[in-house]
């Protein structure tokens, strides 16, 4: 049975009309969201990795579905720990992939992204956003068009980290980020491998515990345990684990030279504390040492007097620091 050319025009007119109906319901910036997700797939930790070309294609086009959380980056200040980048960096990576996995297979999962932009490769970018200092995070809104207008974090939010972020992100764009998911310490292989060589290794540990033939029935482990004690209270280091402060710094006139004494106040560099700290720990080592030998008849002359060159050393090194500072 032939058909007739009306049949046909109206089959096409169907066809084209469809076509267009799809075509809005995807919606208008339908291939850019699809590269987005695209990119967001290949990227660590759904970061998205942008440059001067992309981040044009993808914040100054309109119209925009989509908000885009930008982490502003510098590789050559990461080195600085008063800055934090790489910390934050690593946090903004977390507050992503939370997003990501709790919203996955959901509509909210195409309309945030996640960014970040590094300043050597795109200085341009950071004129358009009017940034001129780390730590910045902003938000881009749907209908923003000015990029100069566009919403920053807080500095004094990024104490809490990824989920001062997570607010932040939560507040701009009414979609929930979900809970933080921090990967474990341990992985379960890991954790298997353990508990295997741990039930291995039972019968020979009781066997060397009722003989009395372990390292915890040294005398010497325990004396090797007070003096590293003692010496990681008196050198700070507790402060540098705490401040994660480095052990030294390069100078900034002259980069080929490293800094072991900071100076300047409220912070302290982690050789200039275990360099203190291992001058006191000598003078308690001998005092200790001098102690026994009184005790015993033995003459201690020598042993005082070097007692008190490093006793005068270390009040001679800290007057120094605390002078300079």
């Known amino acids: 049975m032939a058909i007739s050319v009306k049949s046909l025009f109206f089959l096409s007119l169907v066809l084209l009309v469809s ?37 044009r294609r993808f914040l100054t086009s309109q119209p925009r579905s989509y908000s885009v959380i930008i982490f502003f980056d510098a590789v050559q200040l990461r080195d600085k720990p008063d800055l934090h980048l790489t910390e934050l960096r690593s ?31 795109s200085q341009s970018s950071f ?35 990824a989920d001062s972020m997570a607010e932040f992100v939560e507040s701009k764009t009414q979609v929930s980020v979900g809970p933080i998911i921090r990967p474990p310490l341990v992985s379960k292989k890991q954790i298997v491998f353990l508990v295997a060589c741990f039930i291995i290794s039972m019968p020979f540990v009781i066997k060397k515990v009722l003989a009395g033939d372990t390292p915890l029935h040294d005398r010497k482990v325990w004396m090797a345990g007070a003096i ?23 100078d900034r006139n002259d980069p080929s030279k490293l800094i072991f004494f900071y100076q300047g106040s409220g912070m302290q560099l982690g050789a200039e504390g275990f360099s203190v700290g291992f ?3 000598v003078v308690g080592l001998l005092l200790g040492r001098d102690t026994g030998y009184t005790r015993s008849g033995h003459r201690i002359g020598p042993k005082t007097k070097v007692s008190v060159w490093v006793a005068y050393l270390i009040l001679f090194t800290g007057y120094q620091c605390g002078s300079s500072r």
């Open 279 to 281: 001058l006191y720990t």
């Open 91 to 121: 946090e903004f990576e977390l507050v992503a992939s939370s997003f990501i996995a709790n919203n996955r297979d959901l509509p909210s999962a195409s309309k945030v992204f996640f960014c970040d932009i590094e300043f050597k490769e």
């Open 228 to 250: 590293f004690v003692y010496f990681f209270s008196v050198s700070g280091a507790m402060y540098n684990i705490i401040r994660k402060m480095p052990m030294f710094l390069a």
């Open 19 to 55: 076509a267009f109906g799809l075509r809005a319901l995807a919606g208008p910036d339908s291939d850019r969201v699809a590269e987005l997700l695209h990119l967001q797939s290949q990227s660590k930790g759904g970061v998205i990795h942008l440059d001067d070309s992309t981040l």
């Open 127 to 161: 004129a358009l956003f009017g940034v001129n200092s780390l730590p910045h995070v902003r938000h881009v809104g749907p209908s923003l068009r000015n990029l100069k207008d566009s919403e920053p974090m807080n500095q004094s939010d990024f104490g809490r980290l």
